[in-house]
């Protein structure tokens, strides 16, 4: 099955860029969303299709993809920001279904 | 506004049942597939199911193949998550997620997530 690998954490001070990789085989080839979670929340969406952003997420977060690294950028990093991120893809390979990363905890100094 | 609101949760022996629901509401229900993903305590995101806007397609992790089924009732806006021989570890808030394209089940992303119920197997 496929594995999508997430630095278990990244830490940043605030008003600096963050980036989060999601590392996997050929994940270039492949659609990545990104998903933000707080404390005792529900995922939210921030990214999908590798770089676009649903209505209301700040263009502060961008995503990019190639060969087999994904990332999500978050610029100009707020507290607020602090939470755990998922990458995701579809893997057509086996049986079809989605699979996620491990989670990266971002943490605002 | 959109909304998932999920229900059915609670403490479970290992080797029983639980039904959980999800019901929709402010946006076509038939017209988009359905998922369940869950999260076992301090862990991270794992898919469980997927059902087709019409229900005619219905895809599971190995983990629940033969154990769980995917349904849904369109007109009653709601998703079902039939969960059989239940072990300790299906222990997870478990979130029902809409998909983010209409008439898609595949390679797309969750943009609607209900806030979960937490089910727990243990005697």
């Known amino acids: 099955s496929y594995v999508l690998t997430q630095p278990p954490s990244v830490s940043v001070a605030p008003g600096q860029t963050a980036r989060i990789t999601c590392g996997g085989n050929?994940?270039?080839?492949?659609?990545v969303h990104w998903y933000q979670q707080k404390p005792g929340q529900a995922p939210v969406l921030v990214v999908y299709d590798d770089s676009d952003r649903p209505s209301g997420i700040p263009e502060r977060f961008s995503g990019s993809n190639s060969g087999n690294t994904a990332t999500l950028t978050i610029s100009r990093v707020e507290a607020g920001d602090e939470a755990d991120y998922y990458c995701?893809?579809?893997?057509?390979?086996?049986?079809?279904?989605?699979?996620f990363g491990g989670g990266t905890k971002l943490t605002v100094l | 506004e959109v909304q998932l609101l999920e229900s059915g949760g609670g403490l479970v022996q290992p080797g029983g049942s639980l039904r959980l629901s999800c019901a929709a509401s402010?946006?076509?229900?038939?017209?988009?597939?359905m998922s369940w993903v869950r999260q076992a305590p301090g862990k991270g995101l794992e898919w469980v199911s997927a059902?087709?806007?019409?229900?005619?397609?219905?895809y599971y992790a190995d983990s629940v193949k033969g154990r769980f089924t995917i349904s849904r009732d369109n007109s009653k806006n709601t998703l079902y998550l039939q969960m059989n021989s239940l072990r300790a570890e299906d222990t997870a808030v478990y979130y029902c997620?809409?998909?983010?394209?209409?008439?898609?089940?595949?390679?797309?992303?969750?943009?609607?997530w209900g806030q979960g119920t937490m089910v727990t197997v243990s005697s």
């Open positions: 997620a809409k998909v983010a394209i209409v008439a898609t089940i595949e390679d797309v992303a969750f943009d609607i």
């Open positions: 402010g946006f076509t229900f038939s017209s988009y597939a």
């Open positions: 995701q893809v579809w893997d057509s390979s086996s049986d079809h279904r989605w699979v």
């Open positions: 050929n994940i270039g080839s492949k659609s």
């Open positions: 059902i087709s806007g019409s229900g005619g397609s219905t």
